[in-house]
């Protein structure tokens, strides 16, 4: 040791010590990544907090939720069983301050039941397993740390307490049990989210400046086009409202880029619009094309894919990766006419949000 005991930790090995945490906070970003994603498709679900970025590992709570993340530590507890939520207050049940009968230090989890979060959502959990197993606050939200984190060394053994600690924890220990770190994945597949990847269904690649219009739109530096890759659902039922929507946007895309500097909108850029429809019938296709002709004069469409199920999603996604890598100088806009999140049709292709 120096003399300066203070500066011990500042030894030779700093610089890989800054890759490891650099590593890690990759590893940390991916993690929340992942989860967002299977929220966004409805596979997973966190309804015990208000929804906030700092709940799930960022800001704020960014320590209190990655401390001690690996299945192998097992928490303890400070109180007895009878200590509840207003142990952050240090008060009793009828508002007196702890007294040393109070606390009693050994191996935890102890309790059973979930002690904080809200309480409409913690009474829906007690009442069904299933949600139980997709509750990010219980055993999915751990297992994507812990496997995004360690990976096949963030499996929980058979033994873990975190079997014991969580509902539906027999469900997800057989899971690991026979996939180990890819359980969430295998979860997500036999979920049947209502949004999948439509990638696996074509595996063309699209090239873009087909015909001399549209290349003629590409090249033109003084006037560039607003590029817009567009996502076109249609749901099974209630497809008028969807048609709603795409009338909205297509009139929002009609007016023209909108200038913050002259406060006006800006007509002289055309707008350059790629498409790929999900679902939809032939008067569906037939009411996007008429849309397309009215608005010729400012919008130029341009249909990337057609795909027949409702829920293919992402697909003009890969189009709009494709697109940058191939034009970097250009800005692209990515819209879709369904607002995500709803599984009622009128809410989900509310036309007036969406515009």
Same mark, same amino acid.
């Given at each position: 040791?120096?003399?300066?005991?203070?500066?011990?930790?500042?030894?030779?090995?700093?610089?890989?010590?800054?890759?490891?945490?650099?590593?890690?906070?990759?590893?940390?970003?991916?993690?929340?990544?992942?989860?967002?994603?299977?929220?966004?498709?409805?596979?997973?679900?966190?309804?015990?907090?208000?929804?906030?970025?700092?709940?799930?590992?960022?800001?704020?709570?960014?320590?209190?939720?990655?401390?001690?993340?690996?299945?192998?530590?097992?928490?303890?507890?400070?109180?007895?069983?009878?200590?509840?939520?207003?142990?952050?207050?240090?008060?009793?049940?009828?508002?007196?301050?702890?007294?040393?009968?109070?606390?009693?230090?050994?191996?935890?989890?102890?309790?059973?039941?979930?002690?904080?979060?809200?309480?409409?959502?913690?009474?829906?959990?007690?009442?069904?397993?299933?949600?139980?197993?997709?509750?990010?606050?219980?055993?999915?939200?751990?297992?994507?740390?812990?496997?995004?984190?360690?990976?096949?060394?963030?499996?929980?053994?058979?033994?873990?307490?975190?079997?014991?600690?969580?509902?539906?924890?027999?469900?997800?220990?057989?899971?690991?049990?026979?996939?180990?770190?890819?359980?969430?994945?295998?979860?997500?597949?036999?979920?049947?989210?209502?949004?999948?990847?439509?990638?696996?269904?074509?595996?063309?690649?699209?090239?873009?400046?087909?015909?001399?219009?549209?290349?003629?739109?590409?090249?033109?530096?003084?006037?560039?086009?607003?590029?817009?890759?567009?996502?076109?659902?249609?749901?099974?039922?209630?497809?008028?409202?969807?048609?709603?929507?795409?009338?909205?946007?297509?009139?929002?895309?009609?007016?023209?880029?909108?200038?913050?500097?002259?406060?006006?909108?800006?007509?002289?850029?055309?707008?350059?619009?790629?498409?790929?429809?999900?679902?939809?019938?032939?008067?569906?296709?037939?009411?996007?094309?008429?849309?397309?002709?009215?608005? %010729?004069?400012? /919008?130029?469409? =341009?249909?990337? #894919?057609?795909? $027949? *199920?409702?829920?293919?999603?992402?697909?003009?996604?890969?189009?709009?990766?494709?697109?940058?890598?191939?034009?970097?100088?250009?800005? %692209?806009?990515? /819209?879709?006419? =369904?607002?995500? #999140?709803?599984? $009622? *049709?009128?809410?989900?292709?509310?036309?007036?949000?969406?515009?």
């Amino acid at each position: 040791p120096s003399n300066n005991p203070g500066n011990d930790h500042l030894d030779d090995g700093r610089s890989s010590s800054s890759e490891y945490e650099g590593e890690y906070a990759l590893k940390k970003t991916r993690a929340l990544k992942h989860f967002l994603l299977l929220r966004l498709w409805g596979v997973l679900r966190a309804t015990l907090d208000t929804d906030n970025i700092e709940h799930y590992g960022m800001g704020r709570y960014m320590w209190e939720h990655w401390i001690a993340s690996h299945p192998s530590i097992r928490p303890c507890e400070m109180h007895t069983t009878e200590v509840g939520p207003l142990v952050l207050l240090g008060k009793d049940r009828e508002g007196r301050t702890f007294g040393s009968q109070y606390y009693d230090w050994g191996m935890g989890p102890r309790r059973d039941g979930n002690l904080g979060g809200l309480r409409g959502p913690r009474l829906r959990l007690e009442a069904s397993e299933d949600l139980q197993f997709r509750e990010y606050y219980y055993l999915p939200g751990n297992l994507l740390k812990w496997f995004h984190l360690y990976g096949s060394e963030g499996v929980p053994g058979p033994d873990s307490w975190a079997w014991r600690a969580f509902p539906a924890g027999d469900r997800w220990k057989e899971l690991v049990g026979l996939h180990g770190e890819k359980a969430v994945d295998v979860m997500v597949e036999r979920s049947n989210p209502r949004f999948h990847s439509a990638f696996a269904s074509d595996h063309s690649v699209q090239t873009f400046d087909n015909d001399e219009e549209e290349k003629d739109l590409l090249l033109r530096s003084n006037s560039p086009p607003v590029v817009v890759f567009y996502q076109i659902s249609y749901p099974r039922e209630d497809k008028e409202n969807a048609r709603l929507a795409i009338e909205a946007q297509f009139d929002a895309l009609s007016t023209g880029q909108y200038d913050s500097v002259t406060n006006s909108f800006d007509r002289r850029r055309k707008v350059l619009l790629y498409y790929t429809t999900a679902g939809g019938s032939i008067q569906d296709i037939e009411h996007l094309s008429n849309l397309c002709k009215r608005n %010729a004069d400012r /919008i130029t469409c =341009r249909r990337l #894919g057609m795909h $027949d *199920a409702e829920g293919s999603y992402g697909e003009s996604l890969r189009h709009l990766h494709t697109f940058c890598n191939a034009r970097p100088s250009f800005d %692209a806009i990515h /819209i879709a006419n =369904r607002l995500t #999140g709803h599984k $009622d *049709a009128k809410r989900a292709f509310d036309a007036q949000q969406i515009r």
